[in-house]
C-alpha cells in the first residue's frame, strides 16, 4: 500500500514519540541557540552587553561560551540575576522580578553539562533591542518624555580615596502644588555608575498649605522622615511608578537636597544625578498618597543618630517596630545594610494578635540595592494598629567574604565600612472604608 505523505507523516511521529533514543537526546541537551539565547535575552541581557555594569557580554554564543561554567554556578547559587528574596517565605508575586524559574536554572545546568553546544544557527532568535542608553526607561514604559528633569551639580571622584558625601540642594521649580506619577533617577553618564554607591533625592518643602489626596494622612501615621524622600538611585534602582491612583505630592518651593554616597576607584571620574519627574495632568489628584519610608531596626540615639551596636566576630541581630496610624498597602521592600549586612525580614504583626511574614532577604548582598516591588494583587493591605517588624542580621565574622575586618567593633555610620539596617518601603495610606472594603473581598486566605 502506498502512504499518502499524511499517514507518513502521522506514523513517523508515532514512531518518534515512541522511539526512547530520540527523545532522550533531545530532552538532555539544550542548545545555546535554541534554549539558551532566549533566556539570556529575558534575564541577562540588560546587563550583560556592551557599555552596561556587567563585567562580559552575553549577546552571542562566542560571548557566552567562555563563561558557561561561571553562568552554571551563579544560576544555581541564585547570585545571578541579582535577586535574593527567599523563594520560600512570604511573598512571591512582584512587578520587577529578575530570578529564574527552576525550569530555566535546569535547562542552564543541562546545556553546560552537556558541554554547552551552539546548536544549530538557524534557531536563533532574532537579536534584542535594547532602549537607547541616552534615554529615559520611563519614556518607554509610559510613552512621553517627562515633565520635569532635575540635575545636581558635577562631583569629581578622586581616585583611590575613601568614600565621600556631598548635599547640595536644586530647586524643583514649581509655582503650584503638582501629583507625582512616576521618577526615574540615574548618574549622568556610565562610568559615574561605578562610583556613586547611592544617590538619594530628599523632599524639602513647607506642607502647611498641602492639598490632600482623597484619603487624609492621619497625622499619627507618618514615620520619621515621611514624604521626605522622594527617590534614592542604587545599582539596579531605576524608576517607580506610583500605583493606580496613588502619587507623591510636591509643593510650590520644593527644593531637592540630593546625597551623593561615593566610592573611589582607581581614576577620577565626574558626574551627577540626574532626576525625571513625570505628573499627573494639571488639577487631577490622585486619590492615594503615598511616602518611601525609613524603617529602620536600631533604636534613635541622641541627635536622632541611629545606634547599632555589632560586637567583633559576631552575628548580631537588630529589630525595630514601626505602627501604622492608619491602614496603608505596603508598595515595596528594599533592605538596606552595608558590607557586613546578611538578612533582613519584614513582618506584619496585625491588630489581633496573628502574623504575616511578608518578605525576607536571606542572603543579603552589598552590591545589590534590589528594590522588590510587590505585585498589584499582593502588595500587602493592612488595618491600623498593625506593627511592621524589621529584623536584620549582620555577619561580622569571618565567614562573610565581604568583612574588611572581623576584628572591629562597628556601629551606624554613612561610610561603608559602618553600618545600617533598614528597609525603604513605599507605604500607601488608605481610607478605613477601603480597607474594609479591601478585607471584605479578601476574606479568605489572609486570615483577617
Ligand atoms: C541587573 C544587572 C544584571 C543582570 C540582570 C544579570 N547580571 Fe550577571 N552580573 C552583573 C554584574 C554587575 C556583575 C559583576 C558583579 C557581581 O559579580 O555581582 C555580574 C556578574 C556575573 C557573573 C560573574 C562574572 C565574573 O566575573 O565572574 C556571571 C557568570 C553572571 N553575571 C551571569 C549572569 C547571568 C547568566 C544572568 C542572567 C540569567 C545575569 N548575570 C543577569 C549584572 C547583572
Redesign the pocket.
Known amino acids: 500500500m502506498r502512504l499518502t505523505p499524511g499517514l507518513a507523516l502521522a506514523t513517523l511521529g508515532v514512531f518518534l514519540a515512541a522511539g526512547s533514543t530520540f527523545a532522550q537526546a533531545t530532552n538532555s541537551s539544550p542548545t545555546f541557540t535554541k534554549d539558551i539565547a532566549p533566556?539570556?535575552q529575558e534575564?541577562?541581557q540588560?546587563?550583560?552587553r556592551p557599555g552596561?555594569?556587567?563585567?562580559?557580554s552575553?549577546l552571542t554564543y562566542q560571548d557566552a561560551r567562555p563563561?558557561a561554567r561561571?553562568?552554571k554556578?551563579?544560576?544555581v547559587q541564585r547570585?545571578?540575576?541579582?535577586w535574593f528574596i527567599d523563594k520560600t517565605v512570604g511573598i512571591q508575586h512582584f512587578q520587577n522580578d529578575?530570578s529564574?524559574s527552576d525550569d530555566?536554572i535546569a535547562t542552564?545546568v543541562k546545556w553546560v553539562d552537556a558541554g554547552a553546544p551552539q546548536g544549530n544557527p538557524k534557531d536563533m532568535p532574532a537579536a534584542k533591542v535594547f532602549p537607547d542608553d541616552g534615554g529615559w526607561k520611563l519614556a518607554k514604559v509610559l510613552g512621553r518624555q517627562p515633565d520635569i528633569v532635575l540635575e545636581g551639580p558635577d562631583y569629581t571622584v578622586k581616585a583611590n580615596y575613601q568614600d565621600q558625601w556631598d548635599r547640595p540642594i536644586t530647586d524643583v521649580g514649581l509655582t503650584e502644588p503638582r501629583w507625582v506619577r512616576a521618577v526615574e533617577m540615574r548618574p549622568s553618564n556610565l562610568e559615574a555608575r561605578k562610583v556613586f554607591h547611592h544617590l538619594i533625592a530628599y523632599l524639602y518643602q513647607d506642607e502647611t498649605n498641602a492639598p490632600q489626596a482623597q484619603v487624609p494622612v492621619a497625622k499619627d501615621a507618618v514615620f520619621p522622615g515621611a514624604g521626605a524622600i522622594l527617590m534614592e538611585w542604587a545599582?539596579?534602582k531605576n524608576y517607580d511608578i506610583y500605583r493606580e491612583g496613588t502619587g507623591k505630592l510636591l509643593m510650590p518651593g520644593a527644593k531637592i537636597r540630593w546625597e551623593y554616597h561615593t566610592h573611589s576607584t582607581d581614576h577620577d571620574i565626574t558626574g551627577h544625578p540626574q532626576l525625571a519627574v513625570y505628573l499627573y495632568p494639571k488639577g487631577e489628584t490622585p486619590k492615594y498618597r503615598t511616602f518611601l519610608a525609613f524603617l529602620g531596626t536600631s533604636r534613635i540615639g541622641p541627635d536622632f543618630i541611629p545606634v547599632l551596636d555589632i560586637r567583633p566576630n559576631t552575628v548580631e541581630e537588630s529589630e525595630g517596630f514601626h505602627v501604622l496610624g492608619a491602614p496603608a498597602r505596603l508598595e515595596n521592600f528594599q533592605p538596606h545594610m552595608h558590607l557586613r549586612g546578611k538578612a533582613m525580614s519584614m513582618e506584619a504583626i496585625l491588630p489581633d494578635g496573628s502574623t504575616q511574614m511578608l518578605s525576607y532577604v536571606g542572603d543579603f548582598?552589598f552590591?545589590?540595592m534590589t528594590n522588590y516591588i510587590y505585585s498589584d494583587e499582593d502588595a500587602p493591605v493592612l488595618p491600623k494598629g498593625t506593627v511592621i517588624h524589621i529584623k536584620a542580621w549582620h555577619d561580622n565574622t569571618n565567614d562573610n567574604p565581604n568583612n574588611p575586618n572581623p576584628g572591629a567593633w562597628v556601629g551606624y555610620g554613612d561610610r561603608t565600612v559602618d553600618e545600617m539596617a533598614h528597609a525603604w518601603v513605599n507605604v500607601t495610606y488608605i481610607s478605613d472604608d477601603d480597607y474594609k472594603a479591601w478585607a471584605a473581598k479578601h476574606k479568605t486566605g489572609r486570615g483577617e
Not at 52 to 56: D, F, G, K, L, S
Not at 79 to 82: F, K, L, R, V, Y
Open positions: 533566556i539570556l534575564k541577562c540588560d546587563c550583560h552596561q555594569t556587567a563585567p562580559m552575553l563563561w561561571d553562568i554556578k551563579r544560576v547570585t545571578m540575576p541579582p529578575l529564574l530555566q542552564i545599582v539596579n548582598n552590591n545589590w
